[in-house]
C-alpha cells in the first residue's frame, strides 16, 4: 500500500534527526538542510544512504543534491547562478521550491532550495 | 608517522566485513598519562575512548579501501555513532567488527561493534562494550571538484604491512 504524504513526512523527519543529531519539532517541512538543520556536505551523503534504507529505493549520486551544477562555470558567474543554472537546477531539481532563490540567486544562498519539503517530495516522486 | 590502533587483522570479508584485534598493554605510552576517575571507581589506567574510535576507522577503512583495491583515498568524514559501555584497562584484548552499510562512488557508511575479551575472567568469551558507526569519504570523487595529490596518501605501507603480517594478500 502507498505510504501517505505525512508516512513521509515522519520517516523523513527519522532520517533527518538520526543523520544530523537535530531534535523532531526542528525539522519542519520548511527547514532548510544547511541553514536552519546544520547539515554539512558529507551529511548530504549520509542521508542519501539512509533514505536509501528507510524506503528501499535507489538514489543515484547527485540526483538529490546536484550540487556539481555549481562547479559549472556556465552556471555560475560572480557568485550568482546564471539563468541557464537556475534552468539546470530546476531540471535537476522538480521537487524543489525555487520561488525565493530566483529573486537573487546568490550561490551562497543555494541552501535555502534544500528545504525539509523538497526532500519529501523527492521521496514521494521516487515511491511512485 | 601514523599509529595503528589494531595489531592484527583476523577477518577480511571482500565489501562486507573485517574483523581486527588490539590487546591494550600497559607498556603503551598514553596509558601512563590517561588515568580517568569517576564515581565508581578509583583512577587507574585506562584505554581512551577516542583511540577506540580511531582503531574502528582503521578496521571499517581498510574494508571500505580493499573493496575498491585501494585504489580510492578513504577519509573519515563523519561519526555517526559511538557508545561505550564500560572502561579498558591494560591486559584486556578488543575486538573491532566493522560491516559496510552502503558504498557508493562517493563513499560508505559502515556500522560496528567493539566487543571485549577480559583475561581475568578465565575465559575467552567475548562481550560486546561499544558501538561507532562510520562515515568515509572518497575524497577523489568529490562533488565540488577539489583536487588531491595523485598518490595515496591514505593507504600507506604501514597499512600493507599490516595486511601482509595477518596474512591477507596485498595487491
Redesign the interface.
Known amino acids: 500500500m502507498a505510504m501517505t504524504n505525512e508516512e513521509v513526512f515522519e520517516k523523513v523527519q527519522e532520517v533527518l534527526v ?2 544530523l543529531g537535530v531534535d523532531d519539532d526542528e525539522v519542519t517541512p520548511t527547514a532548510t538542510l544547511t541553514n536552519d538543520l546544520g547539515a554539512e ?3 548530504f ?2 542521508i542519501v ?1 539512509r533514505l ?2 528507510a524506503f528501499e529505493i535507489k538514489i543515484e ?2 540526483e538529490l543534491f546536484p ?2 551544477v555549481l ?1 559549472d562555470e556556465e552556471y555560475v558567474k560572480d557568485g550568482q547562478v546564471t539563468d541557464k543554472g537556475l534552468s539546470e537546477l530546476k531540471a535537476r531539481m522538480p521537487h524543489a521550491d525555487f520561488a525565493e532563490f530566483e529573486k537573487d540567486p546568490a550561490v551562497d544562498k543555494v541552501g535555502e532550495i534544500f528545504t525539509v519539503d523538497a526532500v519529501v517530495k523527492f521521496v514521494q516522486s521516487k515511491l511512485s | 608517522m601514523r599509529w595503528m590502533w589494531i595489531d592484527r587483522i583476523l577477518e577480511l570479508d571482500e565489501g562486507k566485513r573485517c574483523v581486527t584485534v588490539k590487546n591494550v598493554s600497559l607498556a603503551e605510552e598514553h596509558l601512563r598519562d590517561h588515568f580517568p576517575r569517576n564515581e565508581r571507581r578509583d583512577s587507574k589506567p585506562t584505554h581512551p575512548a577516542p583511540l577506540m574510535i580511531e582503531a574502528m576507522a582503521q578496521t571499517a577503512g581498510i574494508l571500505v579501501g580493499h573493496a575498491r583495491q585501494f585504489k580510492e583515498k578513504v577519509i573519515l ?2 561519526i ?1 555513532k559511538a557508545t561505550f559501555d564500560c572502561d579498558v584497562s591494560p591486559g584486556m584484548t578488543l575486538f573491532f567488527e566493522a560491516n559496510i ?2 558504498m ?4 560508505a ?1 559502515t556500522t560496528g561493534t567493539i566487543s571485549l575479551m577480559d583475561h581475568t575472567m578465565g575465559s575467552t568469551e567475548r562481550r560486546v562494550i561499544g558501538q561507532v558507526d562510520l ?1 568515509f ?1 572518497h575524497i577523489d570523487q ?4 577539489l583536487e588531491f595529490p595523485e598518490h595515496n596518501f591514505v593507504f600507506t605501507d604501514q597499512f600493507f604491512d599490516l595486511m601482509r603480517n595477518s596474512g591477507i594478500a596485498v595487491g
Open positions: 538520526d543523520a556536505s558529507i551529511d551523503l549520509d544512504f536509501e534504507q549520486q547527485g550540487d556539481n562547479q | 568524514a563523519k555517526g552499510i552502503r557508493d562512488d562517493a563513499g557508511s562515515m569519504s568529490n562533488m565540488r571538484g
